[in-house]
């Protein structure tokens, strides 16, 4: 009887899934919304003390993300003083909506990955993951592992579709 040889693992691929890169920390929301004089405009005095009087401690150990889900009139300072708060109390925060937020956290997340043993490798991107937008995760990806990777290709190790192969030098 013949012996199976895995030939995707003697191939030295490297397979990457996007999912690995997915935010971790619970992500909250805060809704400017719900601090708007009739619905239209935030009025500073009344902001300045939902700023004084909320709990911000209860964001500990999550990711935030700021936004308004009305069409109204937000100056860009209510933004930075959430933005503030949360800083205080060593929250991470953003602006923008859930996934906003997520793709924010994940590029981090790709950011903070050691390109060190991907050097003169060949990699593949796993094509199907639960990101928040796999396109803009995969681009991030490319962007950051490509200066170091000796190829780089999409999808599955017996389907892929080249990517990115470094230039021979001579």
């Not at 308004?68 to 953003?94: H, K």
Request: aromatic share 8%.
């Amino acid at each position: 009887m013949a012996e199976i040889v895995n030939k995707v693992q003697k191939s030295g691929l490297i397979q990457l899934d996007l999912s690995d890169f997915k935010p971790k920390e619970t992500i909250e929301m805060i809704d400017l919304k719900d601090n708007l004089w009739l619905g239209l405009a935030l009025k500073e005095k009344d902001f300045r003390e939902f700023i004084k009087t909320n709990d911000w401690e209860k964001y500990k150990g999550k990711a935030v993300g700021v936004f308004c889900s009305a069409d109204a009139i937000i100056p860009t300072w209510a933004y930075m003083l959430v933005i503030s708060q949360l800083q205080q109390e060593g929250v991470p925060a953003f602006v923008g909506n859930q996934i906003e937020v997520e793709k924010q956290l994940t590029q981090l997340n790709i950011k903070a990955l050691d390109t060190e043993e991907y050097n003169d490798k060949m990699l593949i991107i796993k094509g199907c993951s639960d990101v928040a937008d796999p396109a803009f995760a995969m681009t991030e990806l490319v962007k950051h592992l490509q200066p170091v990777a000796k190829s780089i290709m999409y999808g599955e190790p017996c389907s892929t579709v080249p990517v990115y192969k470094r230039k021979k030098s001579l």
